[in-house]
């Protein structure tokens, strides 16, 4: 009996560490500095292709660098002066979930997984999240562009909206508030009222809008993420 109960023990184990296992990224490429700082160290080493990052490692590039990382079934190119924190780096069975904290800068991730493996990725900023099963957007830590799919953006105080393919919106900054897709559209369309263009306010927003810059197209500025299920 106690050598059944040891086996029973011994399968809980492995069986845990199977289906609930940490990831790490692995730096494939590395151009001019950067440094990570791992959880619990006290000071920044410098990455090099090769070098592998855990959970909660710091990753930081300098001016006129970048990097590529590997985790799981994404790609990661971390851009100039970025600075990001791997929160969330977990396979389980069938599923992986990645969560990037994105302090400043950008990212551009392609991430493929393999045919029945889902993936759960999420860039967060101090202003918004941007999380997705499965799609392709541009998020900038306040402003969003979905290339197609359907994405949850949540602020900062819980409000949440979702924008789907072909649409934007952003976070206004001043209230926490998810400005919805055709707000934005709105704001950006130049009216066609005479009166207004005749007074010089043809690409004004309409009252009680402010027009953001929100990137027109995927290869605007701003955070890149692409997601093929």
Same mark, same amino acid.
């Given at each position: ?9 011994? /399968? ?6 199977v ?38 490692? #710091? ?18 190119e ?5 600075? /990001?924190? /791997?929160?969330?780096l ?18 551009? !991730? ?18 918004a999240?941007?999380?997705v ?6 998020f900038?830590?306040v ?8 994405v949850?953006?949540?602020? !900062? ?5 979702y924008?789907?393919g ?20 709105? !704001?950006?369309l130049?009216?066609? =009222? ?14 009680? =809008?402010? !027009?953001?810059v929100i ?7 701003? #955070? =890149? #993420?692409?997601i093929?299920?």
């Amino acid at each position: 009996m106690k050598k059944l109960l040891v086996c029973c023990f011994l /399968l809980v184990i492995c069986g845990g560490s199977v289906f609930a296992q940490d990831m790490t990224a692995v730096f494939l490429e590395v151009s001019g500095t950067v440094e990570i700082k791992e959880d619990g160290a006290a000071g920044w080493k410098t990455a090099s292709p090769g070098v592998s990052a855990g959970k909660n490692t #710091i990753v930081s590039t300098g001016l006129k660098s970048s990097a590529v990382l590997s985790l799981g079934s994404s790609r990661i190119e971390i851009r100039p002066l970025t600075m /990001l924190t /791997l929160e969330e780096l977990t396979r389980q069975s069938g599923a992986e979930e990645a969560s990037l904290y994105l302090r400043t800068g950008r990212v551009r !991730a392609e991430v493929r997984p393999p045919t029945g493996t889902r993936v759960d990725f999420s860039v967060k900023s101090p202003s918004a999240t941007a999380s997705v099963r499965g799609t392709s957007f541009e998020f900038d830590g306040v402003r969003l562009w979905v290339n197609d799919g359907r994405v949850l953006l949540a602020g !900062a105080n819980g409000q949440r909206g979702y924008v789907n393919g072909g649409q934007r919106s952003y976070v206004d900054e001043s209230n926490g508030r998810i400005v919805p897709p055709f707000e934005v559209e709105t !704001a950006l369309l130049s009216p066609s =009222i005479p009166e207004l263009t005749s007074t010089g306010q043809g690409n004004a927003a309409p009252p009680g =809008i402010t !027009a953001p810059v929100i990137p027109d197209s995927p290869s605007s500025t701003g #955070i =890149i #993420i692409t997601i093929n299920p």
